[in-house]
């Protein structure tokens, strides 16, 4: 059974190799931006409490964070294994997760910030939660998506002073997690500066028959 978490600098590509693991390993992906982004447009109670924090590029406070998680883990599609991407982001997050799941595979898909921010420039993405790039990864059809046909759009917080913003808080918060793991022995880096299915081979390699 897979329980991958999936680390990474923004723009390294989690969300493009986790829609993959989707499709070929068949196991849901558990994405805490996608769940906050559409609380944000349906505008519920959660989304109001969450706004300020994701534009302004900062963590959702842990105790709004970690429930949420941890009640998307234990729903029965879990059961049988998931992908997360975005979570655990700093070592309570990690603590939290740990208690209760045996992470498989804790995979760090890494780039450059200097190549993270030029791929965020370019970065489109549904409310469906996949995820395309104008020159790497473009949609069949401009500005729609292939996988559900509605409208593609920008992110707000994929600005360059915002997205310096986030990149700062993953090396100060994010990475120091990544020793938890190492410990564990499921710690795996692979290159994220290589073309998508090269990237997704190279996990595939990880991830064993
Ligand atoms: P993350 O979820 O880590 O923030 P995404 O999967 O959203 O990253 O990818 C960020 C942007 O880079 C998207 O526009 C995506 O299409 C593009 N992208 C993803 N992987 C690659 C790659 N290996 N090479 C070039 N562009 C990529
Ligand atoms: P990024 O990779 O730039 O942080 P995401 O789509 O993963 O983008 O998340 C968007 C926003 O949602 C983050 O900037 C943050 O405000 C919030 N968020 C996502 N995951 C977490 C988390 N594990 N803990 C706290 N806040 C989170
Ligand atoms: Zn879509």
Redesign the pocket.
């Given at each position: 059974m897979y329980k991958i978490c999936l680390f990474g600098p923004?723009g390294s590509g989690k969300g493009t190799q986790a829609d993959l693991m989707i499709k070929e390993l068949d196991i849901p992906a558990v994405v805490?931006?996608?769940i906050?982004r559409h609380n944000i447009s349906e505008k519920t109670e959660l989304g109001q409490k969450v706004e300020e924090?994701?534009k302004a590029?900062?963590?959702?406070p842990d105790e709004i964070?970690i429930e949420m998680i941890q009640n998307r883990l234990s729903e029965p599609d879990c059961a049988s294994g998931f992908v997360v991407d975005?979570?655990?982001?700093n070592v309570s997050?990690a603590k939290s997760l740990n208690d209760r799941h045996d992470i498989t595979h804790a995979l760090l898909i890494n780039i450059s910030d200097e190549e993270a921010i030029h791929r965020l420039s370019r970065r489109r993405v549904c409310d469906c939660g996949a995820t395309y790039h104008l020159d790497y990864n473009a949609p069949e059809k401009e500005g729609i998506c292939n996988d559900c046909g509605k409208e593609l759009y920008q992110r707000d917080?994929d600005k360059e002073d915002v997205i310096k913003k986030?990149l700062n808080i993953y090396h100060q918060e994010t990475e120091p997690i990544f020793d938890i793991y190492k410990e564990k022995g499921v710690f795996h880096e692979v290159d994220g500066k290589q073309a998508i299915p090269k990237v997704w081979e190279d996990i595939k390699k990880i991830l064993g028959p």
């Open positions: 923004q805490p931006g996608n906050f924090y994701t590029g900062k963590l959702v964070t975005g979570f655990p982001r997050q917080d986030r």
